[in-house]
């Protein structure tokens, strides 16, 4: 039986402290959700209620099919998902599972429980290494919030009075149908965030990423306390001042000028975008919620009327809600494959641009050791050190050059290819639901005829 690795050491030469004990994925409290493909357990004692739809149960269960596209080229040696996923109030535990052939892991499947805290340490560690300065580092994923939902509950809560018993219970289901959306797309972005790194040639070979997958304890991360984070800021300072700074500095290879110009460009098109794509979701989602109340109102008139009209004013009021979850679907179809897409490419051009200031700053330093070598040489002074510091610098910057050179051409290819795919699934699901929808009217329409 091989023995257990110790975890690597992080760049503060700190090492991850192991738990007395594996983490658990099962117990707790009234505020528990678990998350599987086609399972969700609710909240007991008057929370969250299971979805009530079966065709939605039917659709959440394939949430692996209707996750962000994104083009991984997902190398079959070393496969990364998360099947469950645990919330425990404001904590989400992750677990990831891991099915590898290759010999630097101890088994060939294994799963460990991480929480946010834990990918964000990852990302660090990646970012804070100098050997990676040439690479784009895919962003850390976001962390989880589920306060509008959880508001929105507390809402209702408290305007129940004002609504009809149908009333109540639709809306409920609206926003329990909200909080899985929000519980599957941070699942997913975990979940892209790992994929991302284990199909890179270089950072799926990382120390501390293979501590991340395999290491069977608590890795003990604690979140940033006040001196970090304002240590954090400062960081955020100094490069924002830096790059006004360089934003003078001569560009020596066209290519990166171009490439410079169109991030900055493309990330202000693709923010706007984004926004009116949100509110565009926002609107199917707002004629979803009014589909309730028009319904509930044919409902109440039907039962003042006594004439035949009344089972019209029934086959309305039961029209309406089936639109009701058309209109649902469209919006999350909408901010799952445009919106969430979008938000994700504003994270990965911001990544980009973070390569071309760790290059513009190796260009700098290259720049500031010639000169160096220029004085020490008029002084006839540490003319050898200079000379090794000029060569350094140098090597760095062409290292870098190179490497940010295939990173961002190939981010080009990824990024065409995530668009294609994602708007033509969009351009489907909305024929899709178009049909449902004549169909719904149709059916309508027939039954009045006859």
Sequence with gaps: MKAKRRPALTQDGRRPAGAAGK????????GVRRLRPGLYEARRGGGWAAAGDMALLREDAQSKLRSVSVDLNVDPSLQIDIPDALSEKDR??????????LPAFQSSEFSVTRQHEDFVWLHDTLTETEEYAGLIIPPAPSKPDFDGPREKMQKLGEGEVSMTKEEFAKMKQELEAEYLAV?????SSHEIFLQRISSHPVLSKDRNFHVFLEYDQDLSVRRKNTKEMFGGFLKSVVKSADEVLF?????????FEQEKTFLVNYYNRIKDACAKADKMTRSHKNVADDYIYTSACLNSLALEEP?????????????????????????????LKLSELLRYYMLNIEAAKDLLYRRTRALVNYENSNKALDKARLKSKDVRLAEEHQQDCCQKFEKISESAKQELMSFKQKRIAAFRKNLIEMAELEIKHAKNNVSLLQSCIDLFKN
């Design 23 to 30: 983490e658990g994925g099962g117990g707790g409290d009234g």
């Design 92 to 101: 989400v535990k992750f677990t990831v599972h891991t099915k590898t052939t």
């Design 183 to 187: 519980f599957k797309k941070t699942v």
């Design 247 to 255: 934003s003078g500095v001569k560009e020596v290879d066209d290519f």
């Design 307 to 335: 004439t035949v009209i009344k089972k019209y004013l029934l086959k309305v009021a039961e029209l309406f809600e089936k639109l009701r979850k058309v209109e649902s679907r469209v919006s999350s179809d909408e901010d």
